[in-house]
């Protein structure tokens, strides 16, 4: 029923009845040297009104924003719901403010506004500014709990936002970074040794489909054993050694939680177990990421494949202890 062969970069693809995705190029924190497939799906849903709109779960750059627009063109409907997918996704949010003036924006509560971005977003747009707090955002539930569910990791702690020095981007204006591999890790050791400050996640099920887009604790990236990009979807690796080290923290066929290679604190591991017991519970059919390669969409497992290949690693990890 999911069939992402049609994905490619900046337009919106079909991959299911009423669902889309747009695929693009995305250097993390505005940094050249590394790029990621950085996807926004979206979604024909029903409001409580009974009229058909629809909703984006991610907000990528600005020709995210011409396909989604050119999508609404196409299917005679608005775009009314854009839906932040964690706490590391903000930096283009500006912009879907400013191409969706009557689309409500849900942004994740425990990191977004804490960020240089997000309380200049705040202030720019009080009376849109609209939050949504785990474990389930209570206007996704109320609106469109019959078609779609919503589960927000919020126990998880990271790394505090890097200062201005670092050259990490703090929103779309920010100045693009070159960075060799060396300099990213570097980097990546200097904004690591504070990690107090709480961020969150967000999984996101469609119900007919069976779909799950999963956050950045659970297999930031999937790509199948011997996977080899064709040329359209070659992509930057970081550069030596980074990319060395890359291979080896998230390997060609792994299926894991992100803390199994990366250990980070949890606030409260009773909340943040019944989180994955919510989204386990769900009707899994499909499993993927919005880092995804281009026409990947994950792991080839039945549903029950799938929920025991994550229950297997939480042990592991030591997440559902």
Known sequence: MVDFSGEDWDQAAQIADGVWVVATRHNPGLAGGLE??????????????GEEQLLTFGCGNAATIAAVQQLEAETGHKLGWIVGNGGSHHLFLDLWYQAFPDARILVPAQRVPHTKNGKELAQKYPDRWELMYGPKPQQLVDEFGDQIDCVVF????????????????????SKRSKLSGFGRLKLFATISKDFSQPTDEVFFFHRDTGLVIAGHNLQLIY??????????????????PLNIMLKFLVPDGSFKSALEGQPA?????????????AVLDWGIRHWTSCHNPPQICGPNMSGNDIKAAVRASLARSGEDD
């Open 223 to 240: 790509r199948p054993k011997r996977y080899k990009a064709s040329p359209r979807f070659k992509m930057q690796d970081g550069g030596f």
């Open 265 to 277: 604190p949890i606030a409260d591991s009773k909340i943040h177990a019944a989180e994955w017991d």
């Open 36 to 49: 990621l497939n950085n996807r926004t799906f979206v979604f024909r849903l029903r409001n409580r009104a």
């Open 154 to 173: 919020d126990q998880l702690l990271a790394n505090k936002e890097p200062d201005s020095k670092t050259g990490v981007a703090h929103d779309h204006r």
